[in-house]
């Protein structure tokens, strides 16, 4: 069975300073895998996939995660933290016995990001 | 394009209760989950819904169900609502992605469900 696990429940970082969110995950297959990001009250929105091409993922507003198959990890970096990124991230791996239909979720990180 | 709509996105209901909250997928998209966020047990998956049939489900008893129309639209229902039952649901449609063959979910702003 697949499962993430998010390292960190919380991480603070000062704006303007490298932002790292750690997750490992376990999969009997080759995984796909996601960050996702919400803000307060707010839905989730993607950040970025892996689906076994590049190991190196680029996501929107800067961010960016690498897969590390001897590793187990996707962790999600972040070169310059600014205000707007305080916000809950999750890692997820899709269940791929489900078709793609099931996405299992780590317990979240929240970024607090200090001015 | 317009992304997920979930409506209504507040909802107060009384234990006992019954309930339905509505998503309307990214047009295309012919698959709809379901999920239940807490503090407390975090995001798990409801169900799944494609092209009318439940495809897919999670660990939740019987009083959670859901239905697919033929335009994709879904709706979910929990009967006799407990007060555990108060969570934020989030709806997410998706489609096969043609390149990477991989399910991309997209999420709407969910709906916040208070059961006293």
């Known amino acids: 069975a697949q499962s993430v696990t998010q390292l960190d429940s919380h991480v603070s970082v000062s704006e303007g300073t490298p932002v790292l969110l750690r997750c490992n995950y376990s999969?009997?297959?080759?995984?796909?895998l996601f960050w996702y990001v919400q803000h307060p009250n707010k839905g989730l929105q993607l950040l970025l996939k892996?689906?076994?091409?590049?190991?190196l993922v680029k996501g929107i507003n800067g961010f960016e995660a690498e897969f590390k198959k001897s590793e187990t990890s996707f962790h999600l970096t972040k070169p310059s933290a600014h205000m707007s990124d305080a916000a809950e991230y999750f890692c997820v791996v899709s269940d791929q016995n489900n078709q793609g239909g099931k996405l299992i979720f780590g317990q979240g990180t929240e970024l607090s990001v200090k001015p | 394009k317009a992304g997920v709509t979930q409506t209504p996105r507040y909802l107060i209901k009384t234990r006992g209760q019954q309930v339905t909250l509505s998503c309307s997928p990214i047009?295309?998209?012919?698959?709809v989950s379901w999920y239940q966020q807490t503090p407390g047990q975090g995001l798990q998956f409801l169900f799944e819904?494609?092209?009318?049939?439940?495809?897919n489900k999670g660990n939740f008893p019987g009083r959670f169900s859901g239905r697919q129309f033929s335009n994709s639209r879904s709706e979910m229902n929990v009967s006799t609502l407990e007060l555990g039952d108060s969570a934020l649901y989030l709806c997410?449609?998706?489609?096969?992605?043609?390149?990477?063959?991989?399910?991309?979910?997209?999420f709407g702003p969910g709906t916040r469900l208070t059961v006293t």
């Open positions: 999969s009997s297959y080759s995984p796909s």
């Open positions: 892996y689906t076994s091409a590049a190991t």
């Open positions: 819904y494609f092209s009318e049939t439940q495809r």
């Open positions: 047009s295309g998209h012919r698959s």
């Open positions: 997410a449609s998706s489609r096969r992605n043609s390149g990477t063959g991989a399910y991309e979910q997209y």
